[in-house]
């Protein structure tokens, strides 16, 4: 009996990194593939705001499923020179979007829409 408890734990395991490894693999391609939807430059022009729309549609069927459970949208705020500042894209208790609202700038803060309001980050050097 003891056997068979073991091999259930371990199948149940391998099922859920198996499950772990396939979901990561789909986000990190999603968002290689992302377009950009928008661009949006600080007052100063040091840093911007770029909006992606990740292309779970390209995974096929298993893309299409992960996107019922993901956002419809990351924010990554980069420095002029294109060096990457911050990042929404692995924030996954946040739902984010990008078609109805656009990410902005407010002083050194750069925010995003999401369901629950506007989030984002003070980002000293861009100030």
Not at 52 to 78: C, D, N
Not at 79 to 85: Q, R, W
Request: glycine share 6%; proline share 4%.
């Amino acid at each position: 009996m003891a056997m068979i408890v073991r091999r259930a734990l371990l199948l149940i395991a391998l099922t859920a990194a198996a499950l772990m490894l396939a979901a990561c693999y789909m986000k990190v391609t999603a968002s290689r593939l992302a377009h950009v939807y928008s661009t949006v430059w600080n007052e100063p022009g040091t840093c911007y705001i770029n909006s992606y729309i990740p292309q779970y549609s390209a995974l096929g069927i298993p893309g299409k499923i992960f996107r019922l459970f993901t956002s419809e949208a990351f924010f990554r705020v980069y420095a002029k020179d294109g060096t990457l500042l911050k990042s929404s894209e692995w924030l996954i208790w946040q739902n984010e979007f990008t078609t109805d609202e656009r990410a902005q700038w407010v002083n050194a803060h750069a925010i995003y829409p999401t369901a629950t309001g506007y989030e984002g980050w003070k980002i000293p050097v861009c100030g």
